[in-house]
């Protein structure tokens, strides 16, 4: 089986695009392969590192990338999660270009509680729209299969 390819892209590929690149994986490492860059490259924050761990993901092994490190490959699913990556993001070939705009939980100013409660916030959304919009489509596949190899 063919896995699909996946990029999710943010400003500083640091916070939303890191923990969908590690939630992704993590729920379907044999169906999709999974990375994660940002219009420009900073590094991860040790909130999303936080927060994922919460959940039992370990991206600490995460390292923010430049989307010029994936020009000329083509993606299955090219996935903006903020505004600004979605107006700045350069053309990437592929099947299916996907917006949906979380917010920015680095931008949080405030207290170690109120920053690391907007990064579960976020993380929470992001999984939850990936849950609702990935599990679907796997599910999809898996019908159509049975249908086409008469298994039903």
Not at 40 to 67: P, Q, T
């Amino acid at each position: 089986m063919n896995k699909k390819k996946v990029l999710f892209i943010c400003t500083h590929n640091s916070a939303s695009s890191q923990m969908a690149e590690g939630f992704l994986r993590s729920i379907y490492p044999d169906k999709y392969e999974v990375a994660s860059a940002g219009t420009i490259a900073s590094k991860v924050n040790s909130y999303a590192i936080k927060a994922m761990e919460e959940i039992g993901i370990d991206i600490s092994n995460h390292r923010s990338k430049s989307i010029e490190e994936f020009k000329g490959e083509i993606f299955d699913y090219v996935i903006t999660v903020c505004d600004h990556a979605n107006e700045t993001c350069p053309f990437f070939p592929g099947k299916v270009h996907i917006h949906h705009n979380f917010e920015d939980p680095a931008q949080v100013v405030g207290s170690d509680e109120e920053k690391m409660d907007a990064f579960r916030r976020v993380r929470d959304e992001i999984t939850k729209w990936i849950e609702e919009n990935f599990v679907k489509e796997s599910e999809k596949n898996v019908e159509l299969r049975v249908e086409k190899e008469g298994l039903s």
